[in-house]
């Protein structure tokens, strides 16, 4: 199913997922821009495929089919580099080898090239989420709420089409996750950003508020 | 003889079997044994050491073909016994009277054959003793009273531990000996002098030791670094086969084949004697290099790179930026194993270098059938040095790049 205003937002048709005979993901949807669309499922449902498969990371022992496009971009025929689809996992993954500032400036498209213009905007998403002054950190010296909104500022600099969303919130306690939600999904919607959350926490799709899409054997109630 | 090439090869494969020990769970598996009242031994034979013997075969099978055809120990430690068929074999290939070549040849492919028949003794007697394990584990032995055997293994190492110790002190006490008569338990006096005497005449083998070391080292870790890329990229690993090919020059008898790299060389009339010299030692040091670092390499968390490329950064970028750097140290301890064993050549650098390249180590192998004391100390104590000084730098170079990075530390 093919929406018409496909002009605008992230457009999955017929998508489809195979492991040998079992079919992982079977999806169509439009998610619009500041919207969330939610793929539910118990843990080896193989919904984290989908991301990797739009990502452009996907295991060759998948089959794949259908078509993925953004603003009526076709994201399957770009190269992973340059689709630049955004991707948030259950770790922070900050890079450890460079300060907080580099790993931000290391996000920063290219096409920003002046260098007092780059550290300006490495500045500015830092001290929009609260870690103002924190350029010159080691990641490994942060705690774990801080890391995870560094990997935040992290993806949003880099200025993606869309946003993948790979059960980011299931590694945090459980006061730093409601904190994590809302400000990710605040954040998300300023940008105006199609997202994919992928997830078995009820929670966090009532907090995306989106589209809820299940996956995996439908009898069985979520873990 | 045994004993020296006893004394040589333990510490090699207790290196690589403590690189492999992490594979397996130590300590839960001991537990689980000592509560089914199993002795600690039996417990480690049982649970642990067919998964690690898998892990270390072919690096036995490396000691076993080294030591049938080992020629620098042969040389060292029994200038006048009869000769083994490899000390031999050198001789002939070095002889004026070029007849003897192909005696050479000859005996070079029965070397092969001999080595290849030690090895499948081996292998039978590995089979057997699987076969043993299996029954004695299940009739359910339980040895639980194992603490003689344990004290006794524990001493053995220990004797081969200190003896390796005991000689390098030795030598080092040799090389800067004065006067040393007989009864006396310590020189007399202590002089520089023999140092003072040898470093002119070592400087050109120190040369070429360090640019032969360094390029081969540099190229290996290039190659090995290109072959884990792609496997990244394809997702598939070789399998055991490829190990057998990494380890296949180390099995096969050294002096087989690089006397027939000797003969290709020459054959090809090629002058590039350093471009040779540096080539065959890739041989020898790539499958180290390879196998110290393709675990770390797999290791790494695929999901940084993943993160790095959805952030726009092309394949290369990606391993110049990302892995690289977080892989810094695994590869310089790679190039420092890599490098070890490039100064450690002896038949190679002979072969091929055909006695106009020296290296430090074919001039100590030449200097220990004489008896300067002195020089030989001073030589051997370099040739030791050298492995020492590169895994120092391996050691402080990701320590001084990474200084202010916690997770960055081992």
Redesign the interface.
């Known amino acids: 199913m093919r929406h018409a205003n496909s002009r605008n937002g992230l457009s999955l048709s017929n998508v489809v997922i195979r492991l040998g005979s079992d079919v992982l993901i079977d999806l169509s949807a439009h998610i619009s821009s500041g919207e969330v669309l939610t793929v539910m499922g118990p843990s080896g449902s193989g919904k984290s495929t989908l991301l990797s498969f739009i ?3 996907l ?3 998948f089959e794949t089919a259908g078509e993925v496009s953004v603003d009526g971009i076709d994201l399957l025929a770009l190269p ?8 948030l ?1 259950q ?1 922070p ?1 900050l ?3 460079m ?1 907080v500032g580099a790993n931000i400036a ?2 920063i ?2 096409d920003v090239k002046d260098r007092h213009a780059r550290r300006h905007l490495a500045a500015g998403i830092l001290a929009e989420m609260d870690l103002a002054g924190f350029e010159n950190r ?4 942060l705690s774990g709420g801080q890391k995870a909104r560094v990997a935040l500022a ?2 949003l600099v ?1 200025r ?1 089409r869309l946003l993948l969303l790979d059960e980011p919130f299931s590694k945090l306690d459980t006061e730093l996750r409601a904190q994590m939600r809302g400000l990710v999904f605040t954040k998300v919607r300023d940008a105006d950003l199609p997202v994919i959350l992928v997830t078995h926490d009820e929670a966090d799709a009532d907090a995306a508020g989106g589209v809820i899409h299940n996956v995996g054997p439908k009898d069985q109630p979520y873990a | 003889m045994i004993a020296g090439l006893v004394l040589k090869e333990t510490p090699f494969l207790f290196l690589v079997t403590l690189a492999a020990l992490p594979q397996v769970d130590l300590a839960p598996a001991r537990r689980l044994a000592a509560s089914f009242g199993y002795g600690r031994i039996s417990g480690f034979i049982y649970l642990l050491w067919p998964a690690l013997y898998r892990q270390i075969r072919f690096a036995v099978y490396a000691v076993i073909a080294y030591s049938t055809s080992v020629v620098d120990v042969a040389l060292i430690l029994g200038p006048n016994l009869p000769g083994t068929l490899a000390t031999r074999l050198v001789q002939w290939m070095s002889d004026p009277d070029l007849t003897f070549r192909f005696l050479a040849s000859a005996g070079a492919v029965v070397q092969l054959a001999m080595t290849l028949a030690a090895l499948v003794v081996w292998y039978t007697l590995e089979r057997c003793c699987a076969a043993l394990l299996r029954l004695l584990r299940d009739r359910g032995c339980r040895f639980a009273r194992d603490a003689g055997l344990r004290r006794l293994s524990t001493f053995v190492i220990g004797i081969i531990g200190s003896a390796v110790f005991a000689g390098l002190i030795l030598l080092a006490i040799w090389s800067v000996a004065g006067l040393w008569q007989f009864p006396d338990p310590l020189p007399q006096s202590f002089t520089l002098r023999s140092w003072v005497r040898a470093l002119p005449q070592m400087i050109d083998p120190l040369f070429t030791t360090l640019v032969t070391g360094f390029f081969s080292t540099l190229i290996a870790i290039m190659l090995t670094i290109g072959c884990l890329e792609r496997e990244n990229q ?2 598939r690993t070789g399998g055991e086969r490829s190990l057998f090919i990494l380890y296949l020059p180390l099995i096969v008898p050294q002096i087989t084949f690089v006397f027939g790299l000797q003969l290709l060389f020459i054959g090809s009339g090629s002058q590039h004697r350093y471009a040779a010299l540096i080539l065959v030692h890739i041989v020898f040091v790539l499958p180290y290099v390879f196998l110290s670092l393709a675990d770390p390499w797999r290791a790494l ?1 695929r ?2 790179e ?10 290369l970028a990606v391993l110049v ?2 892995r690289l ?2 892989l ?1 140290r695994p590869i310089l301890t790679a190039s420092a194993v890599g490098f070890a064993v490039s100064v450690g050549q002896y038949l190679p650098t002979l072969l091929i270098g055909e006695g106009r390249l020296q290296t430090i180590t074919t001039e100590a192998v030449a200097l220990a059938s004489g008896n300067n004391r002195r020089v030989i100390g001073v030589y051997a104590l370099l040739q030791t040095i050298l492995p020492l000084i590169a895994f120092s730098l391996a050691a402080m170079l990701p320590a001084l790049l ?1 200084r ?5 530390r081992v």
């Open positions: 990502g452009g990371f295991d060759p022992v992973p580099e340059a689709r630049r689809a955004g991707i996992f770790d993954l890079f450890p080898h300060s290391f996000a498209p290219a080691d990641p490994a010296t992290r993806v880099s993606p | 394809t997702g968390d999901r940084y993943i993160i790095a490329t959805a952030l726009g950064r092309s394949r930026t990302i750097p977080m810094i990474h202010n990075r916690r997770d960055m």
